[in-house]
C-alpha cells in the first residue's frame, strides 16, 4: 500500500463539513464519539491536526522520508505547508469520499490507535448512516 499526505483542500473540506453539522445542529442529541476532538476543536486547530496525522502515518510508511521527501502536493520543491482556509461546505458525498481518502492515507503504523484517527473513523461511519437514511428508497423500504 501507498500513502500520501493529502492536499490542505481535502482538509479543509472536512473541517468545513464538520463545521456546518456543528452549526446546523446536526450533531445534537447524544454524546458522540468524536465530540472531543472533532466537534469542540476550533477549525484551524482541528485542519492541523488531521494535517499532522496524516504526515504522521506518511512518514510511518516511509522510514526513509528525510532523505526521499513524502509523497504529496508540492510547492517549490517543499511539501506543502499546511494552511486553514475558509472552505464553503462539501455536499455530503464530497465529504463522504474525502474523509475516505485521509482515512485510508492515515492507516500506517500506529496511526489508527490514535484517538483522533479513532474519531475520524466513527464520524466517517455516521455520516454513512446519513448518506443511507437521506436515500429515496431507504424512505420506501418498511420498517419493523
Same mark, same amino acid.
Request: contains cysteine; glycine residues 6%; aromatic residues 12%.
Given at each position: 500500500?501507498?500513502?500520501?499526505?493529502?492536499?490542505?483542500?481535502?482538509?479543509?473540506?472536512?473541517?468545513?463539513?464538520?463545521?456546518?453539522?456543528?452549526?446546523?445542529?446536526?450533531?445534537?442529541?447524544?454524546?458522540?464519539?468524536?465530540?472531543?476532538?472533532?466537534?469542540?476543536?476550533? $477549525? *484551524?486547530?482541528?485542519?492541523?491536526? &488531521?494535517?499532522?496525522?496524516? +504526515? =504522521?502515518?506518511?512518514? %510511518?510508511? @516511509? $522510514? *526513509?522520508?528525510?532523505?526521499?521527501? &513524502?509523497?504529496?502536493?508540492? +510547492? =517549490?520543491?517543499?511539501? %506543502?505547508? @499546511?494552511?486553514?482556509?475558509?472552505?464553503?461546505?462539501?455536499?455530503?458525498?464530497?465529504?463522504?469520499?474525502?474523509?475516505?481518502?485521509?482515512?485510508?492515507?492515515?492507516?500506517?503504523?500506529?496511526?489508527?490507535?490514535?484517538?483522533?484517527?479513532?474519531?475520524?473513523?466513527?464520524?466517517?461511519?455516521?455520516?454513512?448512516?446519513?448518506?443511507?437514511?437521506?436515500?429515496?428508497?431507504?424512505?420506501?423500504?418498511?420498517?419493523?
Amino acid at each position: 500500500m501507498s500513502a500520501f499526505v493529502v492536499d490542505n483542500l481535502i482538509i479543509n473540506r472536512i473541517v468545513a463539513g464538520i463545521d456546518y453539522a456543528k452549526i446546523n445542529n446536526e450533531l445534537n442529541g447524544p454524546p458522540r464519539p468524536y465530540q472531543e476532538i472533532l466537534i469542540d476543536s476550533e $477549525p *484551524d486547530q482541528l485542519g492541523l491536526a &488531521l494535517r499532522e496525522l496524516n +504526515e =504522521g502515518a506518511v512518514k %510511518q510508511r @516511509y $522510514p *526513509d522520508w528525510i532523505t526521499s521527501g &513524502l509523497p504529496g502536493t508540492y +510547492e =517549490g520543491g517543499q511539501l %506543502q505547508p @499546511y494552511r486553514y482556509e475558509w472552505t464553503p461546505y462539501p455536499p455530503i458525498m464530497q465529504l463522504y469520499k474525502d474523509l475516505a481518502c485521509l482515512i485510508y492515507q492515515c492507516t500506517e503504523g500506529d496511526i489508527p490507535s490514535d484517538p483522533l484517527y479513532k474519531q475520524l473513523k466513527d464520524y466517517y461511519n455516521d455520516l454513512a448512516h446519513t448518506i443511507i437514511h437521506r436515500l429515496p428508497d431507504f424512505e420506501k423500504a418498511e420498517w419493523g
